[in-house]
Every structure is written in C-alpha cells, then in structure tokens.
C-alpha cells in the first residue's frame, strides 16, 4: 500500500491567518490526489481533486498544489467555517489510501 | 441533488457478520462506482472497498478475505458485509459516489453509521 503521511497533526490558526498543510506519499501518485475537510459528527466533504482541481461550490481560498509524492492544501486567508480536519488520499493505485489527517483549530 | 444513506444495525457482536446497506436516492445507481469507507472514533479514514454498478469490484487487500460488497439496481442499493468482525472493525462506516465517472475521489457521501463490536 501507498503510505500517506500528513503534517503537521495539528495546527493552530487565527482568522485570517495563510495555513498549509503538507501531504508526503511513499512512492510517487503523479498527481492523483484528492483533499477533504471534516467537521465533527459530519462526512468528509471533497474539496481538491487531481491535486490542484477545485471541487464546484468549494471558495476559491483553498488551493492544492504538488505533484509525485509531495503536496500541499493552503488556505489564503482561514474564516471561521474552515477550523476542521483535512485529510488527503491517494488513488494512483487500486488501494486507496488516506492521509491521517491534519486538525486546524482556533488559536 | 443525489443522496446516500446507510443502515444497519449498530451492534454486532465478535466473530459475526457487520451488515450494512446503502440507499441511494435523488439519482440512479448506475454508471457509477461506490465505495465504502470507515473511521475507527478519533482516527483516520480507510477505504474498505467498491462496486460499479455492473457488479465488477475490487476490495482493500487488507480486509479482502472478509469483505464482500454488492449492489441491487433495482432497490438503488449497495451492501457491505464484513465477516469474522473484532473490536477493531468499530467504526463508523460511510458509503461515497466516486466523482463522475471514476472511482475515485468521492463527491457524495452518506451521514455515515456508527456500528460498535462488542459481545
């Protein structure tokens, strides 16, 4: 299996504060990967998808970049609604894996 | 807007089957792949498996020999069952729609079940 390792676990941000959040694979997935962000007691909801492609209706603060086993989600400027958990996921292979996730919290 | 909810008991107890259905309404079945996909509480997520709507499906090697998943076209349903189950497969378990027409990554998701092990 692919390994997907995030960082950092945690992050504690401001609002209005730039955050980015890392995502290192254990081999190369070329650019497929997707991110999600989770609130508590709710299903992932997809936001990034082919590691740069913004999901329809997603605000265009968040951005996603990379590409083979290194990427990244940032967020321009953190609103009161994106403190959550993001987690990425691989699907260069036919075993999906995801990241463990990152929990951006309120500083 | 297509919609996905799961059902099934809460409870299982161990060595038993965990049995799960997903509904799907607002939308067809079909031309799809659907996944399932779980969180232990305070974990990560993990891909169990899927199905395209044809039947065809591939599992996560790790839960391979445990797994099976089906689909119903004519009930708009998908199935997991998950034999043999531990204190380990506590989760709260999600069924997804893979974006268009891949498997992957998912752009629908159920409000998720939570289903619990224990004798």
């Known amino acids: 299996d692919i390994q997907m390792t995030q960082s950092p676990s945690t992050l504690s941000a401001s609002v209005g504060d730039r955050v980015t959040i890392t995502c290192r694979a254990s081999?190369?997935?070329?650019?497929?990967l997707a991110w999600y962000q989770q609130k508590p007691g709710k299903a992932p909801k997809l936001l990034i998808y082919?590691?740069?492609s913004l999901e329809s209706g997603v605000p265009l603060r968040f951005s996603g970049g990379g590409y083979g086993t290194e990427f990244t989600l940032t967020i321009s400027s953190l609103q009161p609604d994106d403190f959550a958990i993001y987690s990425c996921?691989?699907?260069?292979?036919?075993?999906?894996?995801f990241g463990q996730g990152t929990k951006v919290e309120i500083k | 807007q297509v919609q996905l909810q799961e059902s099934g008991p809460g409870l299982v107890k161990p060595s038993e089957t965990l049995s799960l259905t997903c509904t799907v309404s607002?939308?067809?079945?079909?031309?799809?792949?659907w996944s399932w996909i779980r969180q232990p509480p305070g974990k990560g997520l993990e891909w169990i498996g899927y199905?395209?709507?044809?039947?065809?499906?591939n599992y996560n090697p790790s839960l391979k020999s445990r797994v099976t998943i089906s689909v119903d076209t004519s009930k708009n349903q998908v199935s997991l069952k998950l034999s043999s189950v531990t204190a380990a497969d506590t989760a709260m378990y999600y069924c997804?729609?893979?974006?268009?027409?891949?498997?992957?990554?998912?752009?629908?998701w159920g409000q998720g079940t939570l289903v619990t092990v224990s004798s």
């Open positions: 997804a729609r893979g974006l268009g027409t891949s498997v992957t990554p998912f752009d629908s």
């Open positions: 607002g939308g067809s079945i079909s031309s799809y792949y």
């Open positions: 199905i395209y709507y044809s039947g065809s499906t």
């Open positions: 081999q190369t997935i070329s650019d497929w």
């Open positions: 082919k590691a740069s």
């Open positions: 996921q691989q699907y260069n292979s036919y075993s999906l894996t």
